[in-house]
């Protein structure tokens, strides 16, 4: 599930052409403990592995005590990509999530997604079209 909505996050986040200097995980238990972490990055992220890896790894040094009710991840400190190449990050993985995102938005969402979210179609929809009203993109 935490695949998923890190999986969102960084589509909206390329369909801006944003990066985040920031990113944040919260959650709550079923007994009603509310729980969360945010924290700013030392380099920007706007791919969805980067998001997710960041964010998983509050998930497993925490440790999840009981049944959880809610999940939420997202990103904050938004700004706009600098032209300026990583030292050590590839070329081709832009180009790889670029022609991914390409694929699904001219065929569908998730028409091509990673097996860790298969069968996750029905879960974490979006609640609130921001990006729907009257047809407007804001």
Not at 17 to 43: C, D, E, P
Not at 88 to 100: G, M, P, R, S, T
Request: aromatic share 10%; hydrophobic share 40%.
């Amino acid at each position: 599930m935490l695949y998923k909505l890190t999986a969102k996050t960084g589509k909206r986040l390329r369909e801006r052409n944003q990066i985040a200097l920031g990113a944040y995980i919260h959650w709550s238990y079923v007994s009603g403990l509310v729980f969360g972490k945010r924290f700013k990055l030392k380099s920007p992220v706007c791919s969805t592995e980067d998001i997710f890896r960041l964010t998983s790894q509050v998930l497993n040094n925490v440790g999840l005590k009981n049944k959880v009710a809610m999940l939420a991840a997202g990103v904050f400190n938004l700004g706009l990509p600098s032209n300026q190449l990583g030292l050590f990050k590839q070329k081709q993985d832009h180009q790889l999530i670029e022609a991914v995102d390409n694929i699904n938005s001219r065929y569908g969402d998730q028409l091509i997604y990673r097996g860790t979210m298969w069968k996750t179609q029905k879960y974490a929809n979006d609640r609130i079209g921001f990006r729907k009203l009257d047809g407007l993109d804001y």
